[in-house]
C-alpha cells in the first residue's frame, strides 16, 4: 500500500483548502482512514477518521470545520479545511490502517495558515 498526500500550502486566516491522499496498492482490505497532523513537536494528533462502515471522528479543534471524505472508490482520501485558524498549521499527513498489514503513513504535506 502507497500513500500519496498532496494540496497543502499558504492559506489565509478564515480560508479554505483541500488535501487529498491517493492510495495505491492492496486498498481492498483497508478498514479505516484518518488524517493526522504534527506542528512543530514530537506529538502527532488525529484530526479526522473515517471508517468501514461510513463512520467519522473529529478532533474537538477542527469538528464543524473540517470534513473527511473519499471517492466512491475509497482511492482517495479528502481533508476539505474551512475556516482556518493560526493553529491548524502544521504538517499533515494521511493514514491508513490495512486489516492484515497494519497501518500504513503518506509522506506529509505542509499547510500553514496565514494571519
Known amino acids: 500500500v502507497q500513500l500519496q498526500a498532496s494540496g497543502g500550502g499558504l492559506v489565509q486566516a478564515g480560508g479554505s483548502l483541500r488535501l487529498s491522499c491517493a492510495v495505491s496498492?492492496?486498498?481492498?482490505?483497508?478498514?479505516?482512514r484518518a488524517w493526522y497532523r504534527q506542528a512543530p513537536g514530537p506529538h502527532r494528533e488525529l484530526v479526522a477518521g473515517?471508517?468501514?462502515?461510513?463512520?467519522?471522528i473529529y478532533s474537538d479543534s477542527v469538528k464543524g470545520r473540517f470534513t473527511i471524505s473519499t471517492d466512491n472508490a475509497e482511492n482517495t482520501i479528502y481533508l476539505q479545511m474551512n475556516r482556518s485558524r493560526l493553529e491548524d498549521t502544521a504538517v499533515y499527513y494521511c493514514?491508513?490502517?490495512?486489516?492484515?498489514?497494519?497501518?500504513?503513513w503518506g509522506q506529509g504535506t505542509q499547510v500553514t495558515v496565514s494571519s
Open positions: 493514514k491508513v490502517t490495512h486489516q492484515y498489514s497494519g497501518d500504513y
Open positions: 496498492g492492496s486498498a481492498e482490505d483497508i478498514g479505516a
Open positions: 473515517i471508517y468501514g462502515d461510513g463512520l467519522t
